[in-house]
């Protein structure tokens, strides 16, 4: 089993920052990638980032890429994700997820393991 816990949301501006973490403990040789997504009020959970666990290899949609970044701290089993330049169309609950064998980076399928969400709320 892996558990994953989030930390970091809040009330942030228009073009503001905020930083995202993700702990992860239990078996996390197992992991193959790991990735945030987020889901907005009456909306579907949509991907926002994914790294492999080994190697580092990072995915992002055009929707975030050049304004997020993920990233990872293997020796404190963490991952980040650094959100800049943020929009109100930003704002949702976001997952952090871990997958043990993740094909498609983008698919929430893929993940096995999931976090209980933080709120990242944008004000314009």
């Known amino acids: 089993q892996v558990q994953l816990v989030e930390s970091g949301g809040g009330l942030v501006q228009y073009g503001g920052s905020l930083r995202l973490s993700c702990a992860v403990s239990?078996?996390?040789?197992?992991?193959?990638?790991m990735a945030w997504f987020r889901q907005a009020s009456g909306r579907e959970r949509a991907f926002v980032a994914a790294i492999r666990w080994s190697g580092g290899t990072r995915y992002y949609p055009g929707s975030v890429e050049g304004r997020f970044t993920i990233g990872r701290d293997n020796a404190k089993n963490t991952v980040y994700l650094q959100m800049n330049s943020l929009k109100p169309e930003d704002t949702a609950v976001y997952y952090c997820?871990?997958?043990?064998?993740?094909?498609?980076?983008?698919?929430?399928?893929?993940?096995?393991?999931w976090g209980q969400g933080t709120q990242v709320t944008v004000s314009s």
């Open positions: 239990g078996r996390t040789f197992s992991l193959d990638a």
């Open positions: 997820a871990a997958g043990g064998a993740v094909v498609t980076t983008s698919s929430p399928g893929q993940y096995n393991y």
